[in-house]
């Protein structure tokens, strides 16, 4: 079993950066691919990024390359996702994920899901 827990979310202007992170707990999460996906009001879940895996990654959805930046502590168990340059648009709740596939992150469909952090940006 897996448990994430996401923290940093909160209030930032337009142009401004938050950083979130994610702690993963469970014996196998050094191994697994973590993740992030934001949803907002009325709109489905989608992919933001995922962690490199097994030489592979990491891979981000066009609408925040260059932006945003995911990385990994060298323990493997706490993900971090650096946003800068915040638009309105990216005003979701976000997500921690974890699974043992990468592509089950473009599939939307990783095992393990965190509770969720509101970032929201003011114009």
């Known amino acids: 079993q897996v448990q994430l827990v996401e923290s940093g979310g909160g209030l930032v202007q337009a142009g401004g950066s938050l950083n979130l992170s994610c702690v993963g707990s469970?014996?196998?999460?050094?191994?697994?691919?973590m993740g992030w996906f934001r949803q907002s009001p009325g709109k489905e879940r989608e992919f933001v990024a995922s962690?490199?895996?097994?030489?592979?990654?990491?891979d981000y959805a066009n609408s925040v390359k260059g932006r945003f930046t995911i990385s990994r502590d060298s323990n493997r168990n706490t993900a971090y996702l650096q946003m800068n340059s915040l638009k309105p648009e990216d005003t979701a709740v976000y997500y921690c994920?974890?699974?043992?596939?990468?592509?089950?992150?473009?599939?939307?469909?990783?095992?393990?899901w965190g509770q969720g952090t509101q970032v929201t940006v003011s114009s």
């Open positions: 469970g014996r196998a999460i050094s191994s697994y691919a």
């Open positions: 994920a974890a699974d043992a596939s990468l592509l089950q992150f473009r599939r939307k469909l990783p095992m393990y």
């Open positions: 962690t490199r895996l097994r030489g592979v990654g990491p």
